[in-house]
């Protein structure tokens, strides 16, 4: 399984001519989850070639205009255009609160069922047969959650020994893959002789944030850690007075998460994308000491 992340918006909290207000669309199959939903993110996903009715779960980082100008757009597009006319949303109770009078301001509350989870400590949240999707609350200017997504290992039959020995499909191997050994032609065969792990991915999505715990636990061994880069290290005392986070605390945090790969996005206006593509990746490359990709509107990558 393949978790694919699209950046619709990599701008901090005002858009620019190359990139629009945060937004990151997260398809893992089953499920499509919007991780904030800034202003313009409709258009954004068309252009990816993204349908909007086809959000199934909306993950809101905390209510600052720039993270949440698109949803009153988004809400009455699922409303219109969804078979369900449902969208299950997640975030603070802070979040809740104003979600709802935004929804009754525009009379959305009478168009959509609205499933909102409250999300009120740290660690998963929602859990099914194949992901297991977490928060961890940051230091920020009001509450916010960074969060993660996570896909299961998994027990795979190794096909060359199921041949060699003739194992038929059906309950044998349903039995199999759930760890229990069985019984064929007379003969025991353990689970774990004919099956191997199939490992798991993780994607971690911090925005907004301070230097904190939450954002290390957020993306915490994850396959590619999404991580604000707000200011280059000379304006780090601008950084600390906004509780943003520079291109160098990014790198520190992936670094001490033990990440994989870091993606740094959510850029102040003043960098034009010659400057993050040179020196806030130069800057998060030398704190990080791993592979770093600096984010832009409409980029996918495959998890």
């Known amino acids: ?84 006319k449902k969208v299950n949303v997640y975030g603070t109770k802070e979040v809740k609160r104003r979600l709802l009078m935004l929804m009754r301001t525009f009379d959305i509350d009478k168009k959509i069922k609205l499933d909102f989870t409250v999300i009120e400590k740290n660690g998963i949240f929602l859990e099914n047969e194949d992901y297991q999707f977490g928060a961890y609350f940051l230091n920020h200017s009001m509450p916010c959650l960074g969060y993660y997504i996570e896909y299961k290992d998994k027990v795979a039959m190794d ?6 020995l003739g ?24 689970w774990k002789d004919v099956t191997y792990v199939k490992e798991g991915k993780k994607i971690g999505i911090v925005i907004d944030t301070a230097v904190c715990p939450g954002a290390i636990n957020t993306v915490k061994d994850a396959d ?19 509780k943003h986070l520079t291109a160098t605390q990014a790198g520190e945090i992936a670094k001490k998460a033990k990440a994989k790969k870091l993606v740094i996005t959510h850029f102040s206006q003043r960098y034009e994308n010659e400057i993050v593509d040179e020196k806030m990746l130069n800057e998060a490359k030398k704190a990080f000491g791993k592979e770093v990709i600096t984010a832009k509107d409409f980029m996918s990558i495959d998890i």
């Not at 096909?159 to 060699?164: L, Q």
Request: with cysteine.
């Open 1 to 84: 399984m393949v978790i694919k992340a699209t950046f619709l918006g990599t701008s901090s909290m005002v858009p620019t001519r190359e990139r629009g207000q945060s937004g990151i669309f997260v398809d893992c199959g089953t499920e499509k989850i919007l991780v904030d939903c800034g202003e313009n993110i409709q258009r954004q996903m068309r252009i990816c070639g993204i349908s909007p009715p086809r959000v199934t779960r909306i993950f809101l980082s905390h209510w600052h205009g720039d993270h949440v100008f698109g949803l009153p757009g988004m809400l009455e597009n699922i409303a219109k255009n969804s078979a369900e």
């Open 159 to 164: 096909k060359n020994k199921m041949k060699k």
């Open 167 to 190: 194992l038929p499909s059906g309950e044998l191997i349903a039995q199999l893959k759930s760890k229990k050994n069985v019984v064929y032609k007379g003969k025991t065969i353990k």
């Open 224 to 242: 590619f850690a999404i991580i604000e880069s707000t200011f280059l290290s000379d304006m780090k005392d601008k950084a600390r007075l906004f």
